[in-house]
T-cell receptor, first 113, second 114 residues
Framework: GAVVSQHPSWVICKSGTSVKIECRSL??????MFWYRQFPKQSLMLMAT?????????EQGVEKDKFLINHASLTLSTLTVTSAHPEDSSFYIC?????????FGPGTRLTVL | AQSVTQLDSHVSVSEGTPVLLRCNYS??????LFWYVQHPNKGLQLLLK??????LVKGINGFEAEFKKSETSFHLTKPSAHMSDAAEYFC????????????FGAGTRLAVHP
């Protein structure tokens, strides 16, 4: 089946720094990628929808200047958490869509100290 | 707006006994519904999906779900639980139009005891 990777799988950073998370579709081209956030013992909440070559569409309540999304190619989308704070600590999951199928990455655990 | 409600946050079964994970949906039209499983440190995996074809949907690993419009339900079942089934399960509805975004339920943690 299709594979989606995320890098890094986990990251610890200091408050005020920026962190970039990569999402790659390894064996298919994804015109649309999605970024989710999952707090401990909670469900996935969609943050934004990313389309190759265009600006991301953010969900209500998600700060676009805080969570920068770039979808530079059909196989790569990046999420940059700018000026991270402890409340940004979470599990970030991306997914990539191939036609009507959606494949999820393994997630990135971000801990902000 | 579409939404899903998973009625149990935790379900515990013995190995070899049936599994029932309950999900109710809310939608103003015929929805697309999914069940995903999340194992620790692994990506979400699609178990099965309903897209207005047969109401009884068979998925991977022996799981199946039945779409019941009259009850607005899409419960997940398996005849005999295996230890490897222990995981978090999410019922998901696809939003109509636009990017057909996925809307996740709160999740049900399934524990399987020997």
């Amino acid at each position: 089946g299709a594979v989606v990777s995320q890098h890094p799988s986990w990251v610890i950073c200091k408050s005020g720094t920026s962190v970039k998370i990569e999402c790659r579709s390894l064996d298919f081209q994804a015109t649309t990628m999605f970024w989710y956030r999952q707090f401990p013992k909670q469900s996935l909440m969609l943050m934004a929808t990313s389309n190759e070559g265009s600006k991301a569409t953010y969900e209500q309540g998600v700060e676009k200047d805080k969570f920068l999304i770039n979808h530079a190619s059909l196989t790569l989308s990046t999420l940059t958490v700018t000026s991270a704070h402890p409340e940004d600590s979470s599990f970030y999951i991306c997914s990539a869509r191939d036609g009507f199928r959606e494949f999820f990455g393994p997630g990135t655990r971000l801990t902000v100290l | 707006a579409q939404s899903v409600t998973q009625l149990d946050s935790h379900v515990s079964v013995s190995e070899g006994t049936p599994v029932l994970l309950r999900c109710n949906y809310s939608s103003s039209y015929s929805p697309s519904l999914f069940w995903y499983v999340q194992h620790p440190n692994k990506g979400l995996q699609l178990l099965l999906k309903y897209t207005s074809a047969a109401t009884l949907v068979k998925g991977i690993n022996g799981f199946e779900a039945e779409f019941k419009k009259s009850e607005t339900s899409f419960h997940l079942t398996k005849p005999s639980a295996h230890m490897s089934d222990a995981a978090e399960y999410f019922c998901v509805v696809s939003e109509a139009g636009g990017y057909n975004k996925l809307i996740f339920g709160a999740g049900t943690r399934l524990a399987v005891h020997p």
